[in-house]
Each structure stands twice: as C-alpha cells, then as structure tokens.
C-alpha cells in the first residue's frame, strides 16, 4: 500500500517558471488536502477537495491552482513561481470527515 | 470557530525526564475529533493517536500518554523517560462536526538532550 505520494521531493525553479506537484493516493480517500510549511513554522491550507470535481480554497491560496479530476490524483500547480513560495508543500487525504489526514512525504520546493 | 493553542513553542528536556506537552483547544460543537502528529526532523509528518469528544479515557502506548479534559478542553501529551529519537515537533489538532478540514496548533518543538 503505497499511501499518499508526491512528486518530485525536490525542485528548484527560477522566479516567473511554472510546475506542477503532484499527489496521487491509493486508498479511495474522497478527502484530499494541500499544505504549505515554511522553516520553522506550523503548517497552512493552499487548497482542499472533498471529491472528484469539487475543490475549495484554504487560507493561502493565491499564486496556486488545483484540479481534481480522479478521487485518485490532486496536482497542485504553481503559476509564475515567487521566492515567497519557497516552502516544503504536503499533500494529504483522508477518508472521511471524522479520520486523521494521512501525509505525503513532502516535495521541498525553493525559488530563486 | 475552532482553534488549536500549543503554548509551548519550544521545550528542551535532558534524556529519561518526563515532559508534557499542552494543547488546548476551542469549539462550540459537542461531535469533535483530536489529534496528535509528530514531525521528526526528516520532516514526514506522522500520525500519533486519534481521540473522539465522547471518551474522555486517558490512552496509554508505551511510553506516550495522551490525557483528555473536556472540562479544561486541553488534550496534553506526555512522554515518559524521554529519548533523543523523541525529538521532533508536536502538532496538536481538531476536527469538528461538519468541518472539511481539521485545524493544527502552530507546533512545539521538543529537544531531548542526551
């Protein structure tokens, strides 16, 4: 069981370019969830979906989009990438409203 | 509105000492979920325990504790005889009813010194 899995884990890019990062679960979760955790600090929502073709807005948005086109996949693309989105970026899911997330190991990401 | 408080941002505790870590939260529903997730400095983020709003038991699993006060809505996590592998940071965080997503607590960072 493979869990929740990002790619890549590293990436640099230079300010302006464009990535996607991606997340893919294999457990049928309805719920998936991305996070942003700059050094040292706690983590913060970017976007969040409860199911295919339905995704919502967390506290941090701006500068990101998602899709959710499979219950199995939720990329997270970065449009003109900023040095203030140099981050590590978590991706998670979960089953239900009531369970814990399960995390990705993270794709560590700086922009220069 | 839910809120996670971890008023400890950092601790630093020598090797075999007990420590405590605080968690207090806040929310109007009665239907609520807590969680621990510990954060080694290999940075993956690991689910610790789970604890719904209706069983106040205290849980036991080894040398973690976790104990559970609605009436000072805290969710303190306590680990006896620290290790050094205890190092890592400590989110606390709430689910509650109806909610899409579950509320973190900033973190404390424990140091266990060997």
């Known amino acids: 069981n493979a869990g929740v899995t990002q790619t890549p884990k590293f990436r640099i890019l230079k300010i302006g370019q464009s990535m996607t990062l991606q997340c893919t679960q294999d457990m049928n979760h309805n719920y998936m969830y991305w996070y942003r955790q700059d050094p040292g600090m706690g983590l913060k929502l970017i976007y969040y979906s409860v199911g295919a073709g339905i995704t919502d807005k967390g506290e941090v948005p701006n500068g990101y989009n998602v899709s959710r086109s499979t219950t199995e996949d939720f990329p997270l693309r970065l449009e003109l990438a900023a040095p203030s989105q140099t981050s590590v970026y978590f991706c998670?899911?979960?089953?239900?409203?009531?369970?814990?997330?399960?995390f990705g190991s993270g794709t560590r990401l700086t922009v220069v | 509105a839910q809120k996670v408080t971890q008023a400890q941002t950092e601790i630093s505790v020598v090797e075999k000492e007990d420590v405590t870590l605080d968690c207090v939260y806040e929310?109007?529903?009665?239907?609520?979920?807590l969680f621990w997730y510990k954060q080694p400095p290999s940075g993956e983020l690991v689910f610790l325990i789970r604890?719904?709003?209706?069983?106040?038991q205290n849980e036991i699993s080894g040398r973690y504790s976790w104990n559970f006060q609605k009436s000072t809505s805290s969710f303190n996590f306590t680990i006896t005889a620290s290790q050094v592998v205890d190092s890592a940071v400590y989110f606390c965080?709430?689910?509650?009813?109806?909610?899409?997503?579950?509320?973190f607590g900033k973190g404390t960072r424990l140091h266990i010194l060997p």
């Open positions: 929310t109007r529903d009665t239907t609520y979920y």
């Open positions: 965080a709430l689910w509650a009813n109806r909610d899409d997503k579950i509320i």
């Open positions: 604890r719904n709003s209706f069983d106040e």
């Open positions: 998670a899911s979960r089953p239900g409203q009531s369970y814990g997330y399960t």
